[in-house]
Structure formats: C-alpha cells, structure tokens
C-alpha cells in the first residue's frame, strides 16, 4: 500500500503538471542558456575531433587553447593516467624476466570502462616498474623513498624491505596493504623528481602537460579525453572554457587582468601558505571546492583575483554589512522546509514528466524537510566548481529566491532535474565581522557571488561567432 507521505508527493506532483504552475526560468540558466546556443555548431564539430575557429568580439580564440582548457576541465582521470605512463617511461627497465603487461586499447563507444582497464593495466606497468622483483632491483627513486621515509624510529625500507627479506613477507610479493601506501609514495616522489609541468606553468599552448623531458601534445591529450567523456560533459567544458577566455578579455579591456608575473608570485605565495594548514591549496581545489584538479582551478583563481582588484573600490562596509545574510546561510545559518521530486527528465521548462513508477525514496523523492543550505548544496552535489561551470546553483535559488508554497522546475541540479517546492524558510543572520578571519571569510564569499553574477552577464552579452 502506497504510504501517506508518497501519496502526498504524486498529488503535488501531479497538480504541478496539471496547472503549469512553473515559474519563469531563473535568470542566471537564461544567459548561460544564449552562450550554449552560439556554441552549438561548435559542438558538432568536436565531437567529429574538428574545432572551427571561434571568435570571441573581435578576436579568434587559439584553437589549441580550447582544447587544453577541456582537458583540464573534463578529463582529469585521462590526465592522471597519463602522467603515469610518461613515469613509467622515464623509469622503465625491461630485465628478461621481468613482464611488462601493455595497455588496453580503448574503445570509443564505452566511455567508462576503457578508462578503468587501461588505469588498472597502468597500476601492473607502474609495480612491475618501480617495485617488482628483489628489492636489490628496484629503480634509485624507489629505494631512496623507502629509506627517508620513517614510521617511529625505523624507516619503512627497514620495516617493509628488510623485514621481506628475512622471510616475513614471503612469495616476493609486498602485502596489499604495503604496496598501496609504497605505490602512492613512490608516485609522489616521482613525480616531484620529473618536474610535471602544467599550463599554468607558462606551457606553449601545443603542449598539455610535460613530464621531464617528455611532452603531451595538447591534440593527442584532446583526443584522449575525447574518447573517455560523455557529450554533456564535453559541452559544459566547451562553454566554460570559451566563457573564460571571453572573461579575460574583459578583464584585459578593463586594464585588471593579473599579469604572469604576478600570477605565478601571488599563487604560489598562496599555495606554500597553506602547507602550515591542515589543507593543502591542492585539498582546498579539490576535496573542498570541486574542482577536478589544481590545474583546473588555476584559471578560475586568476580570474577570480583579477575581478577582485576590478571591484576593489566597491567591497566596503556597506556592501559586506548587505551580504552578511546570505554569507551567514552558506554557512550553517538560517533554514528551509522543502521538498524535492527527481523527475526523469526535463521536456522543456514546464512541462515535468515525472516517473511512471510510484515517486520513492530511491527514485529521488525528498519528504519535506527542515535542512540549511550547507546540507542542501551537498545533497545536491553542487559545490563551487559546480557553480563555476553551470553558472547557478539550485539550492541558493531554493534557499533564497523560491516563491513560498508554490512547485516549481523542473530545474537542473549536478545529478539531474528537480521539482521543488518551499514551505517556510528563515534567514537570520547571526554573523558578525568583527573579528578578522570571520571578515576575511564575509569578504570572499561576497567577491564570489559577485564574480558568478558578472561572469553570467558575460555569458549574456558575449558576441560569440
């Protein structure tokens, strides 16, 4: 028997779609909506591995530029693959006794499991490479990591190495549990040794990534990650990377684009700060803001700092004292009661087709319930790469702007489209900025909602050919 709470929910559902009660489409999805529509011909084109000019105002956008910025933006599992098979070519030996397993070739129509196989192909490469066989054999890299690196008073070559063999471990295998710790270490080591350099570096733009001497064409890194992506994601790389370059002209025409020079200065002044910190910068990009990799929130920093000094003259007390409210919520403060129904999909602003089956737990359906806007955006799997590249966020818009006792959507969200409907919501702040981390803190989240809304007006009235 169907329980009252389910009931409830298909009779909403089903007035919502009866009525057309949806309201007018946010304004922040209608200017990214336009900067999609200029790139649609684009988008055709790349899938077919081709990329025609693109013209931003009155400049060509460098074809190999665009392609760089997607691999970072959409292919970080390629890219990490990747750095692991120039490792192991920098480090290869090939002894007679020694089976170097080969890569997988991928295939184009699965975008998943290709990758899967040639990154578990790549994990037997890099063993049989870096710690495979005696340990009397293992490349210079790998015996010196051992040795520096100290669990108590004994180094872990003592405890893994030795230990093995004086017969401990047997086989002339490491355990599991010490290969997956030795692997990520040596990983690490290697890596720092080789020198991996990324755009951000100051790369020509025919150059993805360089490992020592070994470079990845940018052409063969775009058609690597071409194979491993889904069209959606490809299309949401592609618009954010030419709604970045469309944004620094901006910033250029303006005079506040951040020279290399200070890029490279403050950047990196910022990442060895937060070495002393429980986050590293690396952390901070990806576990806590979203981004895919460091590399792929390098570009969004510059630009966000270069948009700081442009508005500098504007963050005064009036302006923090007016964001406090939203800047407290984002923060754990302030609460709504909502409910959410996952539909299958969206057939056009409006017109929800929910699904067939009775609305459930596991299809999506969200009881109403009391939650803060931190809680919401996680559940929702949005987060500020997510903001950066959709250019909106379903949860502030529920939070903030959602009529009271009205369905609205079906509208997007990171994992999928949503009807939603608030009940009563309360914003108060109890936020005050005296002290300096908690204005700090005020002052960034208030130049980054400021910077998304800018970015969206760009998106607006970009001239895109």
């Not at 970072?72 to 070519?89: C, D, S, T």
Request: charged share 25%; hydrophobic share 40%; with cysteine.
């Amino acid at each position: 028997m169907p329980r009252p709470r389910t009931i409830a929910f298909a009779c909403a559902l089903g007035a919502a779609h009866l009525t057309g009660q949806a309201a007018p489409l946010p304004a922040a999805l209608e200017m990214r909506a336009k900067l999609r529509h200029a790139l649609a011909k684009h988008l055709t084109a790349m899938r077919d591995g081709e990329l025609e000019p693109i013209r931003v105002g009155n400049e060509t956008l460098p074809p190999d530029r665009v392609r760089r910025e997607i691999v970072f933006l959409a292919g970080e599992q390629v890219v990490r693959m990747k750095i692991g098979e120039l490792l192991i070519e920098r480090w290869r030996r090939s002894p007679p006794d020694r089976a170097m397993p080969e890569t997988f070739d991928p295939l184009p129509d699965r975008p998943s499991a290709p990758l899967a196989r040639r990154l578990a192909a790549q994990t037997r490469r890099f063993d049989a490479v870096f710690i495979g066989g005696p340990p009397s054999t293992w490349p210079e890299p790998s015996q010196r990591v051992l040795q520096e690196l100290r669990i108590g008073s004994r180094s872990v070559w003592d405890i893994v190495v030795r230990d093995r063999d004086g017969g401990l471990h047997g086989g002339g295998q490491l355990p599991p549990f010490w290969k997956k710790l030795v692997r990520r270490w040596i990983r690490k080591q290697a890596i720092g040794e080789a020198g991996v350099r990324y755009p951000s570096a100051g790369l020509p733009d025919g150059v993805a990534l360089r490992v020592g001497d070994r470079d990845w064409r940018t052409a063969d890194a775009f058609a690597d990650v071409l194979r491993h992506i889904h069209p959606q994601d490809l299309e949401r790389a592609l618009t954010t990377a030419v709604l970045r370059e469309a944004l620094r002209h901006a910033l250029l025409a303006r005079g506040h684009w951040m020279n290399d020079n200070d890029f490279r200065e403050r950047f990196d002044r910022e990442r060895h700060e937060a070495t002393n910190t429980p986050f590293t910068l690396d952390v901070v990009a990806t576990a806590l803001k979203g981004f895919p990799s460091l590399e792929a929130y390098t570009t969004h920093w510059r630009l966000l700092r270069s948009f700081e000094v442009m508005i500098q003259a504007e963050i005064d007390d009036a302006a923090l004292a007016g964001h406090a409210d939203r800047f407290a919520a984002s923060h754990g403060d302030g609460w709504v009661t909502l409910a959410l129904v996952r539909v299958s999909r969206a057939q056009g602003h409006g017109e929800p087709r929910a699904d067939t089956q009775e609305p459930d737990e596991e299809q999506g359906t969200r009881a109403l319930q009391r939650t803060s806007l931190r809680n919401l955006r996680e559940a929702l799997g949005e987060n500020e790469f997510t903001d950066a590249t959709r250019g909106w966020s379903l949860a502030d818009h529920l939070f903030f702007a959602a009529p009271v006792g009205r369905w609205i959507g079906p509208l997007p969200a990171p994992g999928g489209h949503y009807l939603g409907i608030v009940s009563e919501r309360s914003i108060n702040s109890s936020t005050t900025a005296t002290d300096p981390r908690t204005r700090a803190r005020l002052r960034e989240h208030y130049v980054q909602q400021r910077f998304g809304a800018w970015a969206n007006e760009v998106a607006q009235t970009a001239v895109v050919r």
